[in-house]
């Protein structure tokens, strides 16, 4: 099951305590609603995704599946994966979804990865401004994918040369 949250981080495996998902989430300012449960990924490359999910739809899936079958998955988790291994090359990469945004940047290495809740393309342009205080994003490859890429990519090469459309789920 992938769940799409802006309500998601990412934490080193060998740090990862099961059983804290909604203290981890709320010291990373994402206190969990009412309406809301905290899980987790499998660990995947040494990382773990914890994320908020509506307990209603939580529910669903454990009574559908026992309980160990539901695997979860986060874009996040997926974006921040996806290069490991390889070598050398800076790029941002930016997956959408129909509701967020999953952002990581990699320089020698996973630098950063992020979930934003807002998928805007004026929203996309403020953050990657604000990574660019960060990084010198000219040198560094713009990789979009997922929903609306071509569009999005269309307007980001209105500012920043490097970018391009990529498979990245």
């Not at 309980?67 to 986060?74: L, P």
């Not at 979804?97 to 996973?110: P, S």
């Not at 205080?133 to 713009?142: A, E, G, N, S």
């Given at each position: 099951?992938?769940i799409?949250?802006?309500?998601t981080?990412?934490?080193?495996?060998?740090?990862y305590?099961?059983g804290a998902?909604?203290?981890?989430l709320l010291?990373?300012g994402m206190?969990?609603?009412?309406?809301?449960?905290?899980?987790?990924?499998?660990?995947?490359?040494?990382i773990?995704?914890v994320?908020?999910?509506?307990?209603?739809?939580?529910?669903l899936?454990?009574?559908?599946y026992?309980r160990?079958?539901?695997r979860?998955?986060?874009?996040?988790?997926?974006?921040?994966?996806?290069?490991?291994?390889?070598?050398g090359g800076?790029?941002v990469d930016?997956?959408?979804?129909?509701?967020n945004?999953?952002?990581?940047?990699?320089?020698?290495?996973?630098?950063?990865?992020?979930?934003?809740p807002d998928n805007?393309?004026?929203?996309i342009?403020?953050?990657l401004?604000?990574?660019?205080?960060?990084?010198?994003?000219?040198?560094?490859?713009?990789?979009?994918?997922?929903?609306?890429?071509?569009?999005?990519?269309?307007?980001?090469?209105?500012?920043?040369?490097?970018?391009?459309?990529?498979?990245?789920?």
């Amino acid at each position: 099951m992938t769940i799409d949250t802006a309500k998601t981080l990412l934490l080193p495996a060998d740090i990862y305590e099961p059983g804290a998902e909604a203290e981890y989430l709320l010291f990373n300012g994402m206190a969990l609603s009412a309406d809301e449960v905290a899980v987790a990924s499998k660990e995947q490359d040494g990382i773990v995704a914890v994320m908020a999910v509506p307990a209603a739809e939580w529910r669903l899936c454990e009574e559908r599946y026992e309980r160990g079958e539901v695997r979860v998955i986060s874009p996040l988790l997926s974006v921040a994966t996806a290069r490991r291994g390889k070598r050398g090359g800076r790029a941002v990469d930016i997956l959408l979804t129909a509701e967020n945004v999953y952002i990581a940047v990699w320089e020698k290495g996973l630098k950063m990865a992020e979930a934003l809740p807002d998928n805007s393309v004026d929203s996309i342009l403020y953050y990657l401004q604000v990574l660019g205080r960060q990084f010198r994003l000219r040198k560094f490859d713009i990789n979009v994918g997922g929903e609306r890429a071509g569009e999005v990519a269309d307007a980001l090469r209105q500012y920043f040369s490097g970018v391009k459309t990529a498979s990245l789920a």
